[in-house]
């Protein structure tokens, strides 16, 4: 199991509870019950999810005793766009090329001899 | 573990090896062996990770027996960009909440009188 960095960060958002977790967060600062409340998850549930995020580095906890709010680190999910937009362009330029290909067989059919 | 769509694409983007893989891939098919190469590793070692990138939906596999080419299938990735990307916009909306507050501290303190 590797431990860099990239991989902590997809690792931790190959959950879909860690994912609505952080898209809750993209609203502003929660704490744990707030966190728990829309799933139907213990306390300690939660918790393990948050740790997950917590030490691949998308989240940050404050530091009051009773209330320790959750806060979104968009750093690593910057990181991991990146990672991911190279390959996206990738797909788009293949998915260009399609076009670029049907629409060559779209122009061979309009010069052909069969219209 | 879940094994939703998003969550299995996540998943296998969490290693380094796997990436790295993706990204070769990206300069078009290649077979199991010439993916073995650059890594000191072993057929069925290569083998196992094209088996978590092929059951993610992250590449395809050719039909010929001999070759059987790896290809990249950019459709998940789009899928999980475009997941990544509501929360990198938050990420970039807080950089920009951020510039305001330090433009607005740097005003203030050149229109203070200790200027």
Known sequence: MSTDRLSAT???????TRRAILARLAHGEASVSELAEPF???LPAVSKHLKVL??????????EAQW???????????????????YRRFGEAS????DDYLKAIQEGEGNGPAS
Chains 1, 2 share one sequence.
């Not at 997809?10 to 879909?16: E, I, N, R, S, V």
């Not at 806060?71 to 910057?78: D, I, S």
């Open 54 to 63: 917590e030490s691949a580095g998308l989240i940050t906890r404050g530091r």
């Open 95 to 98: 998915f260009a090329r399609l």
């Open 10 to 16: 997809f690792a931790a958002l190959a959950d879909p």
């Open 68 to 86: 320790r709010p959750c806060k979104l680190e968009a750093m690593p999910l910057r990181d991991a766009a990146g990672w991911i937009e190279a």
């Open 40 to 42: 139907d998850m213990s």
